[in-house]
T-cell receptor, first 110, second 114 residues
Framework: ELKVEQNPLFLSMQEGKNYTIYCNYS?????LYWYRQDPGKSLESLFV?????AVKQEGRLMASLDTKARLSTLHITAAVHDLSATYFC??????????FGTGTSLTVIP | DVKVTQSSRYLVKRTGEKVFLECVQD?????MFWYRQDPGLGLRLIYF???????EKGDIPEGYSVSREKKERFSLILESASTNQTSMYLC?????????????FGSGTRLTVV
């Protein structure tokens, strides 16, 4: 079974600061997905990373993938309150099944 | 846009009841999934289906069953609800474009078993 670990589980950060969320996975995969979940809501797709070295950016969020290290990062630049949410990474195996991390609950404090 | 609709946002059921959670998608997706989400545990796969009348067990199928009589509808059944099945349940669907776009999720059903 493919295992996916995220850290930290909880993150409280001040507005304007930078931080990185880490996603490690246990077996070879070159497909990694980041999702955002607002309280009480469902998951929305943020980034799709499909190759080693892939980097995607949108606004203050940037995601990258290192398939050799089995690691993806989600970097937050100059955080703002609107980024408060739970972020999940998910790794796909050769089929269509996704394996999700435990999620990182981010709170941005004014 | 693909829509995945879960019929109930909130449900409260009694222990021992048979519970049906319904999920409908409108984009002719072959693949549908049921997850449960619990704090600190992330999303765990209960069952999935790649075609009508086809079902496969996920990682935590115990206490659950599913039904897929039509392509657009995938139902999760709790045969005899128990308090440890109190959770958020998420349905997702996808097709052959899953690699490019990932899953599309429904809005979730928060089930409380009392």
């Amino acid at each position: 079974e493919l295992k996916v670990e995220q850290n930290p589980l909880f993150l409280s950060m001040q507005e304007g600061k930078n931080y990185t969320i880490y996603c490690n996975y246990s077996t070879t995969s070159d497909r990694l997905y980041w999702y955002r979940q607002d309280p009480g809501k469902s998951l929305e797709s943020l980034f799709v990373l499909l190759s080693n070295g892939a980097v995607k950016q949108e606004g203050r969020l940037m995601a990258s993938l290192d398939t050799k290290a089995r690691l993806s990062t989600l970097h937050i630049t100059a955080a703002v309150h609107d980024l408060s949410a739970t972020y999940f990474c998910a790794v796909s195996n050769t089929g269509n099944q996704f394996y999700f991390g435990t999620g990182t609950s981010l709170t941005v404090i004014p | 846009d693909v829509k995945v609709t879960q019929s109930s946002r909130y449900l409260v059921k009694r222990t021992g009841e048979k519970v049906f959670l319904e999920c409908v998608q409108d984009m002719d997706h072959e693949n549908m999934f049921w997850y449960r989400q619990d704090p600190g545990l992330g999303l765990r796969l209960i069952y999935f289906s790649y075609d009508v009348k086809m079902k496969e067990k996920g990682d935590i199928p115990e206490g659950y069953s599913v039904s897929r009589e039509k392509k657009e509808r995938f139902s999760l059944i709790l045969e005899s609800a128990s308090t440890n099945q109190t959770s958020m349940y998420l349905c997702a669907s996808t097709d052959g474009t899953v690699i490019l776009y990932g899953y599309t999720f429904g809005s979730g059903t928060r089930l409380t078993v009392v």
